[in-house]
């Protein structure tokens, strides 16, 4: 089995920053893409980030690019959600997700989740 455990959310001001941090216990972190999901209340999950095994190819949805980074520390088995410029639209529960093979954004395709996070943003 694969737990992950999201942790960084919390309150904060528009145009304020946030880092979400994932951490993956299990023995295939290094060959699994992660994602970044979010979750608004009354709204369906929607795809925020992905990124590939080794950290070489990024995605992001057209919301967030420019705004967010997604990264990686396989040694420390840790995915991270770096936000920047929050605005009240990115209030939501994140959550982190794994699945091996190709890096795609399609929440379906992921196998692992984690419990999610609240981040909220002020106005």
């Known amino acids: 089995q694969v737990q992950l455990v999201e942790s960084g959310g919390g309150l904060v001001q528009a145009g304020g920053s946030l880092r979400l941090s994932c951490a993956a216990s299990g023995r295939t972190f290094s060959t699994s893409a992660m994602g970044w999901f979010r979750q608004a209340p009354g709204k369906e999950r929607e795809f925020v980030a992905a990124?590939?095994?080794?950290?070489?190819?990024?995605y992001y949805a057209d919301s967030v690019k420019g705004r967010f980074t997604i990264s990686r520390d396989n040694a420390k088995t840790t995915v991270y959600l770096q936000m920047n410029s929050l605005t009240p639209e990115d209030t939501a529960v994140y959550y982190c997700?794994?699945?091996?093979?190709?890096?795609?954004?399609?929440?379906?395709?992921?196998?692992?989740w984690g419990q999610g996070t609240q981040v909220t943003v002020s106005s």
């Open positions: 990124i590939s095994p080794a950290g070489l190819n990024t």
């Open positions: 997700a794994a699945r091996s093979g190709r890096t795609t954004m399609n929440l379906k395709d992921y196998d692992y």
